[in-house]
């Protein structure tokens, strides 16, 4: 399958975890992806704890937080991503690497975003889990390279 195919995937569960996986083909697992986004969404108040911190209020943000619902959201979110793409094609060996570490460092944002502080600023509940979610995508990336490699030189060497 084309590269632009799986990324196409991708990208539409950046902005629904569940239609990745229906332009799949897969239903049942895109239609409890959705319904599941819905659930964790409204039980953790996502939608106004955004809203709140895009108008920079974080402390109403935190207040506003149901912290258990909202711990399940990163895993939702980056397992719907990952899988549309996988889904979409061959992928490589650790691929998923990136999506792992980015959803358990999300998570552990999440667990400090009511109190951490980076520089002076409280980034609550919705800017420090991606903040924490892209490091940890970033750490992701660097591990898989650094595994990929290690296997095309296993690879080249046993030939």
Request: include cysteine.
């Amino acid at each position: 399958m084309d590269t632009h195919k799986k990324i196409e995937k991708l990208l539409w569960s950046i902005a629904l975890p569940g239609f990745g996986q229906l332009l799949n083909g897969k239903y049942i697992k895109g239609i409890t992806l959705i319904f599941l986004e819905f659930i964790v969404n409204t039980k953790a108040h996502l939608n106004l704890i955004i809203l709140y911190s895009f108008k920079g209020q974080i402390v109403r943000s935190i207040e506003a937080t149901d912290y258990p619902w909202l711990m399940f959201y990163p895993c939702l979110y980056m397992f719907g991503m990952w899988d549309a793409y996988k889904d979409g094609g061959h992928t490589t060996p650790y691929a998923y690497l990136p999506s792992a570490m980015g959803a358990f460092l999300g998570t552990v944002g999440i667990i400090y975003s009511a109190d951490l502080k980076l520089f002076g600023i409280l980034f609550g509940p919705v800017w420090l889990p991606m903040l924490f979610a892209f490091l940890g995508i970033a750490i992701g990336i660097v591990i898989y390279k650094l595994l990929w490699k290690s296997k095309v030189k296993e690879v080249r060497e046993g030939l």
